[in-house]
């Protein structure tokens, strides 16, 4: 460096001094400090270096603390989870009926209305797995439409007024759900599209309320480290709201907003090719090709262990798999495909190949990847076909999920590391409200694969574990180019966005416990604290 550029120092926004900073580079390197402009980064390097050649009116020195690039929930349901902070009764984590009723009566009390909507109940969690029905929701509430959404999204509890009012009776049929019968009379169950039924004569939320919901669910996200989000299937009304939002600066959250399959959605966007701002993606077209595990409804080659007459739900016929992967081909779209089951990945996986013929570079998606035949696994690398994985998936469903499958499926189920190796990157996720919105549940579930005291001893298929840089990628520069971002955000070097979460803790080195206790320090967005 000569005399006269090492006497004159350059302005910058913030100076980030004397941290461990992970840049998730493509050589995984450390540094100690960073300058930050116009929301950018500008330099790296150490804290000796960067003070010589930066001065700025905010300098954070963090004494030793740790920093990894923002985090980055490659797919969840952002705007979901702010409804459900708002308006429905939370049931996450309830170990019986019972507790759902206090729960339930509680709200009513709060709240009153001619709905009561609720979310997180998971029947496997009871001294009884079978599903619950009307009976006492009809007793407590016979005035009242309750509807009551399971944790994955992927079945309800209604009681009669709401089926009531939904028009639904012993006779109502619905294509790709089930409403389920006992002595001939629906119990109050609804799987997956027969969801529908109910849900589209629920009150819809205005816009002050939607509004509301999307702040609270980005104050909660900020809180855990998160900068960037993938939210999956959105209306043409919200993603427009979410753009209006963002650009008055009253949301800040960066969103890769994945489109519902709608006319409405084709003629806004997909039509008119991909919509980017520096906070908002669109770009993906998001389909269901089956329904969930806990519900029975991932759609299986071979009936499910545990019901032997069933094998699941395709939740659309085959024509609009391809109607859907056509419009996109032609529109330079990604495709996202909710693939649960052996039968619905195999599906999917051959109907995206007709299109993609072969490698490329148009990284169509299948969400969850949850179950795939072992013949499979390869056509993701033959077609250049990302698995999208929720590594708190595995961590949830292990304890029931053998009993679903049997002893020979399971081993090709959560098989993130055989998923890995398909195309050496894969993104990470939550599918909050699904899971809790926790990144580093996500990075301790990866390594892990195991519940939060130690159990199973050893872990569940460690064969398929991610090791932690992995783990660390996937949840921060995989999960950005999973939306074709990762030249702007995804790890910090000079030229990209200055999003960022302080730690007190090394994910690299820290124990499972210590990684359950680490503490979010902060949170930046394009050099902004944000938490």
């Known amino acids: 460096m000569n005399s006269m550029t090492s006497c004159t120092t350059e302005k910058a926004d913030l100076l980030i001094l004397n941290a461990k900073i992970y840049t998730v580079d493509n050589s ?60 429905r009764a939370n049931l996450a984590g309830t170990k019986s009926q019972d507790e759902i009723y206090s729960i339930l009566k509680e709200h009513y009390a709060q709240f009153g209305g001619e709905w009561i909507l609720g979310r997180g109940w998971d029947q496997n969690n009871w001294p009884t797995k079978d599903f619950p029905d009307k009976l006492k929701l009809d007793e407590l509430f016979p005035d009242v439409a309750v509807y009551l959404i399971r944790i994955d999204g992927h079945a309800a509890w209604c009681n009669s007024k709401a089926l009531e009012i939904a028009g639904i009776t012993s006779e109502t049929r619905v294509d790709g759900g089930e409403i389920l019968l006992r002595d001939g009379e629906p119990t109050g169950i609804l799987i997956d599209n027969a969801e529908g039924l109910v849900s589209s004569v629920v009150p819809k939320p205005d816009t002050e309320m939607q509004a509301k919901a999307l702040q609270a669910a980005e104050k909660n996200c900020f ?16 993603v427009l709201l979410i753009d209006s939002l963002q650009k008055k600066g009253d949301l800040k959250m960066r969103i890769n907003a994945m489109l519902d399959p709608t006319n409405e959605n084709f003629e806004q966007f997909v039509k008119k090719g991909t919509y980017q701002t520096d906070r908002l993606m669109v770009n993906t077209i998001k389909i269901y090709a089956d329904g969930a595990l806990g519900s029975r409804g991932a759609l299986m080659l071979e009936p499910y262990s545990d019901d032997p007459g069933n094998s699941g739900l395709r939740m659309s016929p085959p024509g609009f798999y391809e109607e859907i992967c056509s419009l996109a081909f032609e529109n330079n779209y990604q495709v996202a495909t909710h693939c649960i089951g052996d039968s619905a990945n195999r599906m999917m996986l051959t109907t995206y190949g007709k299109f993609l013929k072969g490698e490329n570079d148009r990284r169509w998606r299948i969400e969850h990847a949850q179950i795939v035949h072992p013949d499979d696994f390869g056509l993701f690398s033959k077609y250049s076909i990302v698995p999208s994985i929720q590594a708190t998936h595995a961590t949830s469903d292990m304890d029931w999920a053998d009993e679903r499958v049997g002893d020979e499926r399971i081993k090709g189920a959560y098989a993130y590391r055989t998923l890995l190796d398909q195309l050496g990157w894969l993104p990470n996720g939550t599918d909050f409200p699904v899971e809790e919105i926790s990144p580093l549940f996500t990075f301790y579930s990866s390594v892990f694969r195991t519940h939060h005291d130690g159990t199973p001893d050893g872990g569940f298929q460690m064969e398929n574990a991610l090791n932690r840089e992995q783990a660390l990628r996937s949840m921060t520069i995989w999960a950005a180019k999973a939306s074709f971002e990762e030249n702007l955000k995804g790890s910090l070097e ?24 680490t503490k979010i320090v902060s949170t930046w967005l394009a050099g902004e604290k944000v938490y």
Request: one cysteine or more; glycine letters at 8%; hydrophobic letters at 40%.
């Open 28 to 87: 995984f390197s450390t540094t100690e400090s960073m300058a930050i402009k116009d929301g950018k980064i500008i330099a790296t390097g150490t804290s000796e270096e960067i003070i010589s050649r930066y001065t700025a009116p905010v300098i954070e020195d963090l004494k030793g603390k740790f920093v990894y690039p923002g985090f980055n929930d490659a797919h969840a349901h952002f705007y979901g989870y702010g409804i459900n902070l708002i308006q």
């Open 223 to 238: 809180s855990a480290g998160l900068t960037s989000v993938t939210d999956c299937g959105l209306s043409k009304s919200v």
């Open 494 to 517: 000079n030229g990209k966005w200055a999003d960022f979460v302080v730690l007190d803790t090394d994910l690299m080195t820290a124990s499972p416990q210590e990684i359950l206790d």
